[in-house]
């Protein structure tokens, strides 16, 4: 069964600055799809940003950019300049491309920006 | 652009009642997927529908139940309910699911079920 683990429960930045939240994941699928969504306090789900496994240039969206090592299995969000309005849970979700096609979820991190 | 419509936002329910959660995926989207997300934890895949008939079922107790309807609308009937029940309902749509390309899946604002 596959799996995705978010180990940094929270972290903070500085707003303007960067930030990096990690999230692994483990399955024994070639074909895979990665997803960050983001949980403000509304707590609506809302996507980020979206990774194909079979593709090697990393995804980007404006500030958002993901760092996909699929070797290693690991795929990292970057926000860059970050806003206070990025203030939110970011969650990490998988989706299989060969079987089924729910969303298998990380355990989420608090995003919280200091102005 | 239209999103994925949920009703009702908000539900207070009493131990032992039922309750109906209705979802209005984006337009021309036939995949429906529906999500309990409990407080500060992850989401949890319910079950979802593609063209009307279920197509995936993860952790729903027995007590729900779920339908697609031929205009592509959901609802989740949940009966006898728990205190343990409260949680946000997340119902999230995309556009189909066998054959294509794994579109993403846009969640509605959800609706706040909360069992007393």
């Known amino acids: 069964a596959q799996t995705v683990t978010q180990s940094q429960p929270e972290m903070s930045v500085q707003e303007a600055e960067t930030v990096t939240l990690s999230c692994t994941y483990d399955?024994?699928?070639?074909?895979?799809?990665l997803f960050w969504y983001k949980q403000p306090p509304s707590r609506q789900m809302i996507l980020v940003i979206r990774q194909e496994a079979y593709k090697q240039q990393n995804a980007t969206e404006n500030r958002f950019s993901v760092n996909f090592q699929k070797a290693a299995k690991s795929f990292s969000l970057k926000i860059s300049d970050s806003q206070l309005g990025d203030a939110a849970m970011y969650f990490c979700a998988y989706r299989s491309g060969e079987t089924v096609y729910q969303l298998i979820w990380g355990a989420g991190t608090k995003l919280i920006i200091k102005p | 652009a239209a999103g994925v419509i949920q009703s009702p936002r908000h539900l207070i329910k009493e131990k032992r009642e039922t309750a109906t959660l209705k979802c209005y995926p984006i337009p021309r989207h036939d995949t429906v997927y529906w999500y309990q997300q409990g407080p500060g934890q992850d989401p949890q895949f319910l079950i979802s529908f593609y063209e009307k008939m279920q197509s995936d079922k993860g952790s729903i107790p027995d007590r729900f139940s779920a339908q697609q309807f031929s205009d592509y609308h959901s609802e989740l009937n949940m009966s006898s309910l728990e205190l343990g029940d409260s949680a946000l309902y997340f119902c999230?749509?995309?556009?189909?699911?066998?054959?294509?390309?794994?579109?993403?899946?846009?969640f509605g604002p959800g609706t706040r079920l909360t069992v007393t």
């Open positions: 999230a749509s995309s556009l189909g699911e066998v054959g294509g390309p794994p579109y993403e899946q846009y």
């Open positions: 399955t024994s699928e070639s074909d895979y799809y």
